[in-house]
């Protein structure tokens, strides 16, 4: 079955456009952005607080790391990226294939199925071994947080005053 097939109506090519669009947003962010040495919070730099798993219990969630693995991956750091989260880069290699069917897509007149059995399946499995990684490594990783996200729980819990 092909994910690709033609089409006269215009809303999914403009889904599929969209969705490029995010990929380019995310791809020309992320590449301006220096990943956080200690593989996770680089999305702080976009002024989104820390992980409220790491800071109620200092365990990373399963998305943990995943913005400091793709800005790695993005700067050519593949060492780095696996290290902040070992499904990161392809979870951007995926996002990156399938932004570019899309996009093939639209610009060929082709509506790019994400609705099939196929389709489904891939994201299920996708889903699972993501979150079952997650999981994983949120119950066996301890001592997650930075200084930097432990001073931020200082100062929430009042054992510390705001600089």
Not at 110 to 119: E, G, I, S, V, Y
Request: hydrophobic residues 40%; glycine residues 10%; aromatic residues 12%.
């Amino acid at each position: 079955m092909s994910f690709l097939e033609p089409t006269q109506d215009k809303r999914p090519l403009i889904s599929q456009s969209l969705w490029f669009g995010i990929w380019a947003a995310v791809t020309v962010v992320g590449g301006m952005l220096k990943p956080d040495s200690h593989g996770h919070g680089t999305h702080q730099q976009l002024g989104l607080p820390p992980c409220p798993s790491v800071l109620m219990f200092n365990r990373p969630c399963p998305a943990c790391g995943l913005t400091t693995s793709w800005t790695a991956t993005l700067n050519g750091d593949f060492s780095a990226a696996f290290k902040a989260h070992p499904l990161g880069p392809l979870l951007y290699l995926g996002f990156t294939i399938t932004a570019f069917m899309a996009l093939y897509g639209a610009i060929k007149q082709l509506h790019f199925r994400t609705d099939t059995k196929q389709a489904n399946r891939i994201a299920t499995v996708v889903g699972i071994v993501f979150f079952g990684f997650g999981l994983y490594r949120m119950a066996t990783t301890t001592n997650y947080r930075s200084a930097h996200e432990q001073n931020y729980v200082n100062v929430l819990t009042g054992k510390e005053t705001a600089p």
